[in-house]
């Protein structure tokens, strides 16, 4: 979120995902005993230059390998073209998976990791494992370059709020979460219009319009239900928006305390105030991410949770005329951030391996990335926002939910916020999903939700 995004990752897909936790052990001592890093087999560097601050090789391949989830791989495919252009005789090889894991673990593995990696999605290969066994490139340098556009700034001048801090893990800049990624609720405009609705402001509008709502004979709220990544992004949206940047930044780094908030008590009553009137879409508990956002798209639910990496990922389900639209989680009385106030930040992480064979080249991509060429061919093709500040010139043209996620930032403007607890402890933020889960199956209430999301954070904090 994910991606996202951190997509999605993802978003932070970011975002992407965070989905599914690979065991640390076990990559970990996988790690431990590879081949080790074959020099010999590595491209002779040119010598580095303003131009070229790395010292690329013109005439080495390039391995990108990318996550093949809501923001698809044609981006992809058309940055190798853009690195080959501007690296002639270098060939960029551009290949895509959803199974991060099932691919590329064997090559860390065996000391034969791609030279730049998109790691997303469900099959993630969590990245404070591969931090913790010394296989991320640290990417300071890539900060520290000239920007290929004006070269009298660095990339880190260009880049939007949040962008260095989310790539941190363990001390050090390790990944370039590349797609500037806004969490909230989603609904079809046409949908909308045609029964004469309003997109809700409040948390009581909210749960009044979902009662007329189902009246009409359509469930109010759907969400995907297998990856309670998703339903987490309600939840701890509400808590932060109710309890504060303060709160955000205390859950971020694992203090108990923060989940006696009254704010922690009041979002995870309010979401479990959905599924206590019946206002889920029947069967959304057992459904993934892309079966429930296509009854979303079929208008059998009114409202989904989920990262802006949406329209792109549910592009073919989407009617023509469905009017995809974005819009900040509801308020709670007593919130401490506006209605405008959103869950914004990069996500998406692309990471250099150390191990890789052409990482002079992967960092090279990477600065390449952060172009206004690259980033609007990326919003073109993916219908996304890159962390790259004005990013996306007037000349590329927005879907609508797209379009909206630019409105609802501009009207954002400081007040926005971002976790960062899902990049640096997959196990805990696996863990709270698996309780969300089990909230929104009615088998857990939510004092025992907040008692047990105490202990997760407890043991969390104590490593």
Known sequence: ????????????????????????????????????????????????????????????????????????????????????SKHSGAKAGVSWTQDITGKLQPRFNGGTPPDVIDDSGAQQIKLDVLQ?????????????????????????????PGTVDVGNIGGEFVTLQYI??????????????QHGWTAPKTWKDFISLSGEIKAAGIAPF????????????????????NGGLDLQKRIDSFDPTAWDDPAVKNAIEAVYEIVDKGYLLPGTNGLTHIESQTKWNQYKAAFIPCGSWLENEQMKATPADFDMKFMPMPSLDGDKLPYDAIRAGAGEPFIVPTKAKNAAGGMEF?????????????????????VLKDGVGPDVQ???????????????????????????????????QNLSAELMAKRLKPADWITKAKQLATKAKKG
Request: hydrophobic fraction near 40%; aromatic fraction near 10%; glycine fraction near 8%.
């Open 366 to 386: 990477l600065r390449m990335m952060l172009t206004k060429e690259a980033s609007g061919k990326f919003a073109a093709a993916a219908n996304s926002l890159t």
């Open 222 to 241: 759907a969400h995907q239900g297998k990856y309670p990544y998703y339903i987490n992004v309600a939840i701890m949206d509400l808590v932060a928006k």
């Open 180 to 193: 500037y990624t806004v969490w909230g609720l989603w609904y079809s405009g046409k949908l909308f219009k």
């Open 1 to 84: 979120m994910g991606s996202e995004m951190n997509r999605r990752d993802l978003v932070k897909r970011s975002a992407a995902l965070g989905l599914a936790a690979v065991p640390a052990t076990g990559l970990l001592s996988a790690c431990a005993s590879s081949g080790g890093d074959d020099t010999s087999t590595k491209p002779t560097k040119a010598a580095a230059s303003k131009d070229n601050p790395f010292g690329v090789n013109d005439s080495a391949a390039l391995d990108v390998m990318v996550f093949d989830g809501g923001y698809g791989h044609d981006y992809a495919t058309a940055l190798g073209k853009l690195y080959e």
């Open 398 to 432: 927005l879907r609508p939910g797209t379009a909206s996620t630019v409105v609802a930032l501009k009207a954002a403007g400081t007040n926005t916020f971002n976790y960062n607890y899902p990049n640096t402890n997959s196990e805990f933020d696996v863990a709270l």
């Open 132 to 160: 913790k066994a010394g296989q991320l490139t640290n990417l300071t340098p890539l900060l520290d370059a000239p920007y290929i556009d004006d070269p009298s700034k660095k990339i880190r001048d260009v880049l939007q």
